[in-house]
């Protein structure tokens, strides 16, 4: 397929940029073998915390595409939030959909999405990290075992 130039820097830069969007995100399938034509969606994210709401900025947003068998194909892009907790990208073909978001002091969210609109808003809501349990103590003895005092030696 050729394209018109329109003699634009940034807008041949879009367009590999796009193009290279679309190669990451290419389905299992052999290259070339995806329709053009198919369908594609354009993808909102917005990301705040669970407790109060405000934003997350510069959360990392990870796109994975998932192949028929619901496992994680190869391939993905990165996306990171602005000072709105927001971020978007356009071209993305309609079908499962792997998104995973990392922030510094929250919890890591995954979850799949199947994308079939030509617009899609994703809000996530992300949780402070949740404490750690050992399957060696039952739940509240790290604390009894920090409270006892170590008996005095006994004199021999």
Sequence with gaps: MKRKSSGSAV???LIVAMA?????????????????DGPMS???????RDY????????????????????QSRGGMELKTDNEGKTNIDGIPYGPLR????AQGFQTFGEDYE???PQL??????????????VYDAPGDAKKS????QPDAKPQ
Excluded at 53 to 66: Q, S
């Design 121 to 134: 808003e994703i809000t996530v809501k992300l949780k402070r990290p949740g404490g750690q349990y050992s």
């Design 99 to 102: 998104v995973q978001v990392l």
């Design 115 to 117: 994308i079939n609109k």
């Design 52 to 71: 109060s709401g405000k934003p997350v900025r510069n959360a990392a947003v990870v796109l994975h595409p998932v192949n028929k068998k619901g496992k």
């Design 146 to 149: 920090e409270d006892k005092k």
């Design 42 to 48: 354009e993808l909102h994210f917005v990301v705040v």
């Design 11 to 13: 807008s041949g830069f």
């Design 20 to 36: 290279l969007g679309g190669a990451l995100l290419g389905s299992a399938e052999p290259a070339g073998a995806q329709d053009e």
